[in-house]
């Protein structure tokens, strides 16, 4: 089955510095990469994902690319602010899967 | 509404107690999942519900009963419990399975203490 590892597992960044985080997945059948953010006590909510027919997806100061060929995707934070300090989960799913997988999430903190 | 809501928001149970946990959506979606989240780990999946149909049983302990009675609602029954199932729950749905998984949308989670 899926397996999705992510690095790192924590990450600090000065505010206004740019914060990348990695996974890598397994099954080349997987097609649906979602990112979510959940800060402490809220629920996760998605904030982008990109599908595999395209290799780089953009919303403000958030990007996600992908690589299918290495199986790598990576989500961009440019410009941080405090308010992105959250833990923040990649996920792969493939078409015939009726269940997303997600990586052991990456705690984000902003220094002011 | 584009909300999943879940009731209760805390919940204290002793191992003997019976209980169910509930949760709602009105978005039209046809796929609804239960998570199981512990502290600093990602959301672990129990169950999948298609089209109110149980489509996946991730070998959760007969301990946890889920139930669909329509497409807008999901329970989860609990009984005889152990402190090791103390947890975050989080219902989550998305619009349908046909085709693979789309935008999960999670409801804000029953705290689940056992004692």
């Known amino acids: 089955g899926e397996n999705v590892e992510q690095h790192p597992s924590t990450l600090s960044v000065q505010e206004g510095d740019s914060a990348v985080i990695k996974c890598t997945y397994s099954?080349?059948?997987?097609?649906?990469f979602p990112w979510y953010k959940q800060e402490l006590g809220k629920r996760p909510q998605l904030i982008i994902d990109?599908?595999?027919?395209?290799g780089e997806k953009k919303d403000q100061r958030i990007a996600v690319t992908l690589n299918k060929t290495a199986k790598h995707f990576s989500l961009h934070i440019t410009e941080t602010q405090p308010e992105d300090s959250a833990v923040y989960f990649c996920?792969?799913?493939?078409?015939?899967?009726?269940?997303?997988?997600f990586g052991s999430g990456t705690r984000l903190s902003i220094r002011p | 509404d584009t909300e999943v809501t879940q009731t209760p928001k805390h919940l204290v149970m002793g191992m003997t107690n019976k209980k169910s946990l509930k949760c709602e959506q009105h978005?039209?979606?046809?796929?609804m999942y239960w998570y199981k989240q512990k502290a600093k780990k990602p959301p672990e999946l129990m169950f999948v519900?298609?089209?109110?149909?149980?489509?996946i049983n991730e070998s959760v302990p007969s301990r946890f009963s889920p139930e669909c009675p329509n497409s807008s609602l999901l329970n989860l029954h609990l009984h005889a419990l152990q402190p090791e199932d103390s947890a975050l729950y989080l219902c989550?749905?998305?619009?349908?399975?046909?085709?693979?998984?789309?935008?999960?949308?999670f409801g804000p989670g029953t705290r689940l203490t056992v004692l």
């Open positions: 996920a792969a799913s493939a078409r015939s899967a009726s269940k997303i997988i």
């Open positions: 989550a749905s998305s619009q349908e399975l046909t085709g693979g998984v789309d935008e999960q949308f």
């Open positions: 099954d080349s059948a997987s097609n649906y």
């Open positions: 519900y298609s089209y109110e149909k149980l489509s």
């Open positions: 990109i599908r595999s027919n395209v």
């Open positions: 978005m039209g979606h046809r796929a």
